[in-house]
């Protein structure tokens, strides 16, 4: 195997649960309950119905959980079906460096495997360390994103680390598990262009399961490719070109999971600094008093969710929960971001379509010199009688400079599950989540999800 294959899989293989931090465990936990919101509150989407649909025509041996339902399935579709809850409110975690994405999107990889193999909460969180672990070290050298791919190549190749670590396999069978699962899902970020589908939020969730379609071929005894990354033809040569790899978390090192961000509102992870700014703007401005609404910000976040016309006209709410415009127009107007802005009669209603034509969103050269270190946005309104206010953000709520508490993860939680969970229910799966490490198999765990109604 190439050095780069082997390096990943040896470190994966050889990690244990012993060597992580009492903060590092917490970290964990917080991005699990966290998770596990945005699932619950997932549950009753098109797209969640459609994977519980398509999942339930499968069956596995041994058979993972749904969540929600608690139905049965194979270990790849389980992954599938949960990535695309925890992904349809676009409200979970979030890492930015040199690239970007969504990491606990490797959280539903790694609690199929965990449900299916009866694993312990100990080892279900050392797999999840792992798989965040291996996405971050990629992220912080290599720009998928400005080289046309999507975030599917780390999450592939996370939950295949993940799914690996949980079904106890080899460093050598981990490396074909790896080079199996980045050799054969390589995703393009049209994805994440323009008017965007109902497949923006499944995408992450099919690289989820080829990670643990790939460690179960890997089990098996498959073989991949041997130098899928630094070979002819491999990853460097046809989609990132070289790249050296960090040092990994551990023996004194933080681990990824530490340095990536929570988000407070259901919406892209660039617009959370905006959104708290036009909130604190909103106690000082009547909208019917604004004029316009001059945005400058870094170049991604500009690029991601305000220079495409689509921004400005979105008619799904993938494309809405992806557009500053609408997004400042709601927050407004509303005062909230909440998961029913973005109903399809709020997406189109004429006042906040007019509000949205008065606002201007350019990128700020200076502001983009300090990304990633900082997501600086300024904005400035300007009213009729011309009154004009400005304000600055760097670090929103949520952000691993910014970190939300405890509290504000519980309340969250309750929040996205108050309609699907009772309280006893809801209160006995946090209770649960907060305690997984002390479980000795967390289907118990993933049983609690089922939804139970008075």
């Avoid at 041997?226 to 050296?244: D, K, L, M, S």
């Avoid at 407070?264 to 600094?273: G, I, K």
Wanted: net charge negative; aromatic share 6%; with cysteine.
């Amino acid at each position: 195997m190439d050095k780069t294959t082997q390096t990943l899989a040896s470190y994966t293989a050889a990690l244990k649960f012993s060597e992580l931090p009492a903060g590092t465990i917490r970290e964990i936990k917080r991005r699990l309950i966290d998770s596990i919101a945005c699932g619950i509150g997932g549950y009753s989407s098109e797209p969640a119905a459609i994977a519980r649909e398509i999942a339930a025509g499968s069956s596995g041996q041994p058979p993972a959980r749904v969540l929600g339902s608690g139905a049965l399935t194979s270990m790849e579709m389980a992954a599938f079906a949960n990535t695309v809850m925890v992904r349809y409110l676009d409200c979970n975690d979030t890492y930015v460096s040199k690239g970007s994405g969504h990491p606990s999107d490797m959280i539903p990889a790694c609690l199929a495997v965990a449900d299916a193999q009866r694993s312990n909460g100990g080892d279900t969180l050392v797999a999840i360390a792992a798989a965040y672990e291996v996405f971050t070290a990629l992220a912080d050298v290599v720009a998928l994103r400005d080289l046309g791919w999507d975030q599917g190549v780390f999450v592939v190749l996370g939950s295949a680390a993940g799914a690996a670590k949980l079904l106890r396999l080899t460093g050598e069978q981990t490396a074909n598990a790896l080079a199996i699962a980045v050799s054969s899902t390589i995703p393009t970020r049209q994805t994440r262009a323009g008017e965007l589908s109902m497949w923006k939020g499944c995408a992450t969730a099919a690289a989820a399961r080829a990670g643990v379609f790939s460690a179960l071929l890997a089990q098996k005894g498959i073989t991949g490719p041997t130098a899928a990354f630094e070979g002819r033809h491999g990853i460097w040569e046809q989609v990132t070109g070289p790249f050296q790899l960090g040092r990994l978390g551990g023996e004194g090192a933080s681990f990824g999971v530490e340095r990536t961000n929570l988000k407070f509102f259901p919406a892209e992870y660039h617009s959370q600094a905006p959104l708290w700014i036009a909130l604190d703007l909103r106690n000082k401005v009547r909208v019917e008093e604004i004029d316009a609404i001059d945005v400058q910000t870094y170049y991604t976040a500009w690029s991601e969710i305000g220079s495409e016309p689509e921004k400005w006209d979105p008619q799904t709410r993938e494309t809405a929960d992806h557009s500053l415009p609408y997004l400042l127009a709601v927050a407004l107007t509303d005062g909230s971001i909440k998961a029913d802005s973005f109903a399809e009669a709020r997406i189109r209603d004429p006042a906040l379509r007019q509000l949205m034509q008065r606002i201007r969103i350019s990128e700020n050269p200076e502001f983009t010199r300090e990304f990633p270190s900082k997501l600086i946005t300024q904005i400035e309104v300007t009213t009729r009688g011309g009154q004009r206010l400005v304000q600055m953000a760097s670090y929103p709520k949520g952000h691993a400079k910014n970190p939300m508490s405890d509290a504000d993860v519980e309340s969250k939680f309750a929040d996205l599950s108050k309609d699907l969970l009772v309280p006893a229910r809801r209160d006995a799966l946090l209770r649960a989540l907060w305690d997984i490490d002390q479980s000795d198999d967390v289907g118990g765990m993933m049983e609690l999800t089922r939804m139970v109604h008075p």
